[in-house]
């Protein structure tokens, strides 16, 4: 099939992010008053720039993230009412396409992450959001997630090969036919695998938005550890090497940005979670990176600002992210110009 569409990569001009907002009834019960206040930093620093537009339960759920939310957005919050398992709509929200006669909308399958948790409700989302879209909402019968995928605009997707080829996603493909699968439908040219590097505690099985980051078109940022007597620090060490290797499709190198990952952060039952500056979230002129309250925090804006010249960078807690192992790209979908119809 000839696609006259491509995946958009994040930077490109952005109308809205979804998101949807943690209730009693969601994995966030046990932290909810604190959760829902970081919630509230991630969609004051989202209307900075654009519209936040958050899912809720009902009207009354509605009226509490009002309350909670007071006076502080910039933009205007747009709620839309609709039933989901999980917050982090990342990797159920839909996948925009762009080309010549605008945008398109990609619906994959969400499967809980190869079915580890509920997702029926997440993966209805889209379609029960089908009045917000302006853009041709397109249903495909195959797993991916917007975690697991990044690309630099320039024809090339970026995705490890842990989460992509594993078992529990699309069992019936081959290597091969993943990759000539997914290119067409997203309209690229190339793939690059990482296959080194996974954190410990994701339960994604790698999602690439905690490893490996395109910035620009030229410009790479990726996790790194460099105590040697951490857990990470040899199979990051790996990821580097492979990281260092990838070309631009003009055959350069990227320019690159090593960004140390967190010290260890634990749950109360002293499992390690996957703390990551990475997981940031490109919205137009702004980057909303985690901080998690560590001695790292200030290097890795540093390095950040550096991989965004001219970009304000806009650090949100991500101490209670974290606790259920993601962080402000898990939990954002970006939704470009022309993809929504708003009052």
Same mark, same amino acid.
């Given at each position: 099939?000839?696609?006259?569409?491509?995946? =958009?990569?994040?930077?490109?001009?952005?109308?809205?992010?979804?998101?949807?907002?943690?209730?009693?009834?969601?994995?966030?019960?046990?932290?909810?008053?604190?959760?829902?206040?970081?919630?509230?930093?991630?969609?004051?620093? *989202?209307?900075?720039?654009?519209?936040?537009?958050?899912?809720?339960?009902?009207?009354?759920?509605?009226?509490?993230?009002?309350?909670?939310?007071?006076?502080?957005?910039?933009?205007?919050?747009?709620?839309?009412?609709?039933?989901?398992?999980? %917050?982090?709509?990342?990797?159920?929200?839909?996948?925009?396409?762009?080309?010549?006669?605008?945008?398109?909308?990609?619906?994959?399958?969400?499967?809980?992450?190869?079915?580890?948790?509920?997702?029926?409700?997440?993966?209805?989302?889209?379609?029960?959001?089908?009045?917000?879209?302006?853009?041709?909402?397109?249903? *495909?019968?195959?797993?991916?997630?917007?975690?697991? *995928?990044? %690309?630099?605009?320039?024809?090339?997707?970026?995705? %490890?090969?842990?989460?992509?080829?594993?078992?529990?996603?699309?069992?019936?493909?081959?290597?091969?036919?993943?990759?000539?699968?997914?290119?067409?439908?997203?309209? =690229?040219?190339?793939?690059?695998?990482?296959?080194?590097?996974?954190?410990?505690?994701?339960?994604?099985?790698?999602?690439?938005?905690?490893?490996?980051?395109?910035?620009?078109?030229?410009?790479?940022?990726?996790?790194?550890?460099?105590?040697?007597?951490?857990?990470?620090?040899?199979?990051?060490?790996?990821?580097?090497?492979?990281?260092?290797?990838?070309?631009?499709?003009?055959?350069?190198?990227?320019?690159?940005?090593?960004?140390?990952?967190?010290?260890?952060?634990?749950?109360?039952?002293?499992?390690?979670?996957?703390?990551?500056?990475?997981?940031? =979230? *490109?919205?137009?002129?702004?980057?909303?990176?985690?901080?998690?309250?560590?001695?790292?925090?200030?290097?890795?804006?540093?390095?950040?600002?550096?991989?965004?010249?001219?970009?304000?960078?806009?650090?949100?807690?991500?101490?209670?992210?974290?606790?259920?192992?993601?962080?402000?790209?898990?939990?954002?979908?970006?939704?470009?110009?022309?993809?929504?119809? =708003?009052?």
């Amino acid at each position: 099939m000839q696609n006259k569409f491509k995946m =958009l990569p994040e930077w490109a001009h952005q109308q809205a992010v979804m998101f949807a907002w943690p209730h009693e009834s969601t994995d966030w019960a046990p932290w909810l008053a604190e959760i829902q206040r970081s919630y509230v930093e991630l969609a004051v620093a *989202i209307s900075g720039e654009v519209t936040p537009l958050i899912l809720c339960q009902d009207a009354a759920h509605q009226a509490q993230i009002e309350q909670q939310l007071g006076a502080r957005c910039q933009h205007a919050p747009s709620f839309v009412t609709a039933p989901y398992n999980d %917050t982090w709509c990342r990797d159920y929200g839909p996948v925009t396409l762009g080309g010549e006669n605008g945008k398109l909308l990609l619906d994959f399958q969400f499967n809980g992450w190869g079915d580890k948790y509920d997702a029926d409700l997440d993966n209805n989302i889209n379609q029960q959001l089908a009045a917000l879209w302006k853009a041709p909402l397109r249903m *495909i019968n195959y797993e991916l997630e917007g975690g697991s *995928i990044e %690309t630099d605009g320039q024809g090339t997707l970026l995705t %490890t090969a842990h989460c992509l080829l594993d078992s529990n996603r699309n069992k019936d493909y081959s290597k091969q036919e993943i990759e000539r699968f997914v290119l067409d439908q997203l309209g =690229l040219d190339r793939i690059l695998w990482i296959t080194e590097g996974a954190l410990l505690g994701d339960d994604t099985d790698s999602h690439i938005d905690n490893l490996v980051r395109f910035c620009s078109p030229d410009t790479i940022a990726y996790a790194t550890c460099s105590r040697k007597d951490d857990v990470h620090y040899e199979p990051m060490q790996k990821m580097k090497l492979q990281v260092e290797a990838l070309r631009q499709p003009n055959g350069q190198p990227y320019r690159l940005e090593a960004i140390e990952i967190p010290s260890p952060l634990f749950d109360e039952n002293n499992k390690r979670l996957p703390g990551s500056y990475v997981n940031f =979230l *490109i919205v137009n002129n702004s980057v909303i990176v985690p901080v998690f309250g560590c001695a790292e925090d200030a290097a890795a804006l540093s390095g950040l600002q550096r991989c965004f010249p001219g970009k304000k960078l806009v650090a949100v807690p991500g101490g209670s992210l974290i606790k259920q192992y993601g962080g402000p790209h898990c939990a954002t979908m970006q939704l470009p110009v022309g993809t929504l119809v =708003l009052d």
